[in-house]
């Protein structure tokens, strides 16, 4: 069966959504042009970050830039600007996008959305012969995923200049390509990429729209929400070290288990974020057993536990609530406890008068909104370290994403692009 996502979409699309200048049928179609770009056997998209498929995509999205009036302009980083005057040029722009970069055989809405709906209020305006005040700019950021180097947000750390360039060049994919020769594949350098920083004081605010990635709004049954806040990462590498034995020949009074530590320790985890935020969430998804034989006692363990908040000083103390547990099971069990963190980023809260502009948009539009945060990183999080920034999160079918059955419903996104163009025009662009 030949693929179409643009006939998926409008399978159940309501026409009474197609208003205002926002064409849902516009949108279906070119949400289905992205996807053929990388499309895979399963029906997923495959478009990785400095990829040829990830420049193909953002060289289509350059052409409906272009056929909509805006100026193209392209960065170091290989991010992509097209912008539209506004009344008021001097004045500081409004930035809105996402990007086109996929994980391997990922989804079709993950980054494509936030770029083609922040586009799709520009053809708005188009139709109804509306200039802002502020200059608009459709921004299309560069390797957002990192599924190529395992270090992404490239290229909204590129334009803020949140970049190590030691660790940068240092990164190499798995067929021993080396970040710098991956720029030259898709026609960049180095020397452009580390000068790729902007000056910000260009830009007023950022808004990106993205799928939810969870269940949420889905449970309850709204088609789109407000983000409270994104949070920051911070990873902790904890280690535990016994005595590796024979597990037939061991009594188990003298034992000193580093996995069993472990064991508790991840369990007692699931129980401490409560203790300091309702937002806080603390994951162990990785463990490494040494030297993992079926009748080995183990000898040491491995594990990174991640930990995340929308508020600094809340994820701050539940890595102190994680370290104090790690220490006292430690010693319960008679080993040794080494922890480092080895990943720190600042979280961003939404400030509540962009979330409260939100809500009033949502009303004004006779919409239920609805606060959530986010969990995930996005594009909106590093640019949110520099100057105010905005997001909206469209429904995500059964919560799914990063693979191909990831799905947001076309009424759903375009109720979305209906909130960011009434939210741009009447609280962002004054």
Known sequence: MEWNLYAQLMEEYDSSLTYDGIDG??????????????LTPDGGSQRPGFYKEEKQA???VKQWMSEAGLTITEDGAGNVFGRLEGKQPGLPAVLSGSHVDSVPNGGHFDGPLGVLSSLEVVEAWNE?????ERSYEVVIFSDEEGARFNNGLTGSRAMTGEVDREIQEGLVDQNDVS???ALKEVGLSSEGFFNAKRNLDEVSHFVEVHIEQGKILEQKNLPAGIVSGIAGPSWLEI???GTAGHAGNTPMTERRDPLVAAGEFVSNIHYLPKEVSRTAVATVGKLNVQPNGANVIAGKVHLIVDIRDIYEDTRDQLVELVTQQADRIADKYGVTMEGKQILKVAPVPIA?????????TFNNLGMDSHLLPSGAGHDALIVGHQIPVSM?????KDGISHTPEEWSSLNDCVQTVHVLKRYIETHINQ
């Open 58 to 60: 953002k060289d289509l």
């Open 352 to 360: 509540p008068k962009y979330t409260d502009l939100l809500q009033h």
């Open 128 to 132: 109804r012969g509306y200039q802002p």
């Open 25 to 38: 049928e516009r949108l279906a179609s070119r949400l289905h042009a992205i996807s053929k770009i990388g």
């Open 179 to 181: 970040f710098g020769e």
């Open 392 to 396: 909206l999160f469209v429904r995500s």
């Open 239 to 241: 280690t535990f070290e």
